[in-house]
């Protein structure tokens, strides 16, 4: 069926919304833009007469679509080369969606959408249209088809699976900044002192290459050992630069609510590292340096303002 203006103005109008769940259930951007591209698709043959609330089919339309999405990622994973984790999103994109409170905020860093990959499909449904965009249970239960008391038993159980994830300190720019800027100088600083000093006691560094760029095949783990990998990492080296492609430029960034270092090597992203600063210190250090999950984060850094480097090599 033909789209009319203003029905192609409603769906752009939920397209930042759908963006934002789709990223949170998938934990990809590119998975997410596909998922919110097949939702267009079905709002075009959708007879759209008969749909009396359009956010609600959308949204509807756009969790089944990721749900199969979700079954067919996790079989792909289990084949996945190396550590996999999520794609990174900078600040400003529209996909990070609601950042208002520590929920909405929590539910989109890089280590809680890791996390998630303990929760069923159904359970991560639940708890992200529930905790980072408040739909009441019997919203949820509309759209899985499910009954309302169903729902709160999959919500309290999402809860207890996730139960022992700590909170994060919310940063703006120039806190990301600093924090990076100490974390970078303790990192080059040649010993290892400093940086366990601001790791916390079960720190953890992961690495994701997908089998195309060289990382550890399993994280480090325990403020000591990922204090001395760090120190390795961060230590210049010709031989490095040379299978890098080139010489690391290092930028302060915030990449999902959380300080980060964009790095540049031959005016492309080539790394996205973040920190998840809690409470009690760095409690995990993620690395993505997969070339297959930077193009987002690239074309959003090309279009925004990102300031002088902190190191250049």
Known sequence: MLVSAQE???FEAARPRLEA???RLLGSASDAEDAVQDTFLRWQAADRELIETPEAWLTKVLTNLCLNRLTSARARRETYVGQWL?????AGDRMLGPSDTVEQRDSVSIAMLAVMERLSARERVVYVLREAFGYSHAEIAEVLDLTESNCQQIYRRAKQHLAADRRRVPVDAAAARRIVEEFLAAALSG????LVRMLTDDAISVGDGGGLIFSLPSPVTGKVRVARFLRGLFTPSERKWEL???RPVLYAAVANGVPAMVVMIEGRVAGVIS???TTDGIAAVHAQVNPGKLARAGRQWDSSDHGDPLESW
């Open 8 to 10: 192609v103005e409603v």
């Open 21 to 23: 769940i789709a990223y």
């Open 86 to 90: 999520p794609e990174p999103v900078l």
């Open 191 to 194: 010993r290892t002192d400093a």
């Open 244 to 246: 890098l492609g080139g």
């Open 275 to 277: 920190l998840d600063v």
